[in-house]
């Protein structure tokens, strides 16, 4: 074992505990089917299929979820065609 | 075509997700593109492990009910760019994965990654069924220990026989990966020998991870052990493995068998 390495090294369970304290906060809500998260995500997914084809390559969606704030990233790729609804 | 790799065991606890989460990091390491397949379903883990928990977007079971693209489901690691997570359901259960899904999932992966790596359930039930069902190569988990041992029997007898190889007369390819080896205990002589677990189960050495404060420590902050310290001892032992699995033949060494002197002297060999 190598003490250098072993004594310099910050306590990881710190970072364990926030870890675990943010998700379970999102996972307990997201368990009672109201994740504002996911259903915002939901929505806007089911709006730009009425639009365009949601296709994997065109269309990403992005989530962080924080201790305070998580936040929803959908990027899209209109094409120049877009408006027209694939079929 | 990539590799489609399971990472099984039938027993739980043994360090599967651990293994799997290691394994594709250490090959990504080494710039081939890897996926890992959470198909622990209702109850992920690998994201934690992964460090992605934050970030899922969706899941297995949403690509195969078709209420996501794969690309979609897929999380890029943020550390290694060659290196993907498929998450599994968190809410659903294993009735949601169908075999016909599994197969289209694995099929697109297979094209697009090296290696696509699944990480299956403890038990011998759909969730590990699925999990091997298309696989190329096996690595069985294993500790050195009784029921452990047994339950990984068990598991080789279904990938001879409930896997598509099987099922079309071809020759499963497995290998053993022994971990959480106590080289302390395996020194008192209280832990199953490395050559008696080879010799019952009679399949190749992968390779050997030793029980190890640095896999704890890595689940703690989120990132593979190959990545979190890559000069640990059980980081080490993975990197060695990869490379095995990639055809190279470096020998296998015994955690705690480079020891000092006074190891030498009252040490015995164990491989
Ligand atoms: N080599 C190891 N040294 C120490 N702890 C380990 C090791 N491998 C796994 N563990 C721990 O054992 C537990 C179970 O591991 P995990 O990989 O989740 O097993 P599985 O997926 O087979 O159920 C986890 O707490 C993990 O951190
Ligand atoms: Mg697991």
């Known amino acids: 074992m190598n003490f250098k390495r072993f004594f310099s090294r910050p306590a990881s369970a710190p970072a364990a505990r926030e870890r675990l304290q943010v998700l379970l906060a999102h996972e307990r809500v997201a368990n009672g089917d109201s994740d504002l998260l996911k259903t915002l995500r939901d929505e806007i997914m089911a709006v730009i299929a009425k639009h365009m084809q949601v296709d994997g390559d065109k269309v990403s969606v992005k989530m962080e979820r924080g201790a305070s704030v998580s936040t929803l990233a959908v990027d899209i790729e209109v094409p120049f065609d877009g408006g027209k609804k694939a079929a | ?271």
């Open chain 2, 1 to 271: 075509m990539g590799k489609v790799i399971v990472v099984t065991s039938g027993k739980g606890g043994v360090g599967k997700t651990t293994s799997s989460a290691a394994l594709g990091a250490a090959l990504a390491q080494n710039g081939d593109k890897v996926v890992v397949v959470d198909f622990d379903v209702g109850l992920r883990n690998l994201d934690l492990v992964m460090g992605a928990e934050r970030r899922v977007v969706y899941d297995l079971v949403n690509v195969i009910q078709g209420e996501a693209k794969l690309a979609q489901a897929l999380i890029r690691d943020k550390r290694l760019e060659t290196l993907y997570l498929l998450p599994a359901s968190q809410t659903r259960d294993k009735d949601n994965l169908t075999p016909e899904g599994v197969e289209k999932v694995i099929t697109a992966l297979r094209k697009a990654f090296d290696w696509v790596i699944c990480d299956s359930p403890a038990g011998i039930e759909r969730g590990a069924t699925l999990a091997m069902r298309h696989a190329d190569v096996a690595i069985v988990v294993t500790n050195p220990e009784v029921s452990s041992v047994r339950d990984s029997d068990r598991i080789i007898g279904l990938l001879d026989s409930k896997t598509l190889k099987a099922e079309q007369g071809e020759r499963m390819e497995k290998h053993l990966l022994l971990t959480r080896f106590d080289p302390a205990r395996a020194e008192r002589g209280d832990m199953l020998k490395v050559e008696d677990v080879l010799e019952i189960l009679s399949i190749p050495l992968l390779g050997i991870i030793p029980e190890s404060m640095d896999v704890l420590r890595a689940s703690n902050v989120g990132a593979p052990v190959t990545l979190a310290d890559n000069k640990s001892a059980p980081a080490v032992a993975y990197f060695d493995a990869a490379r095995r699995l990639k055809g190279e033949t470096i020998p296998v060494t015994v955690p705690g068998d480079k020891r000092g002197f006074f190891g030498k002297i009252f040490g015995r060999k164990a491989a």
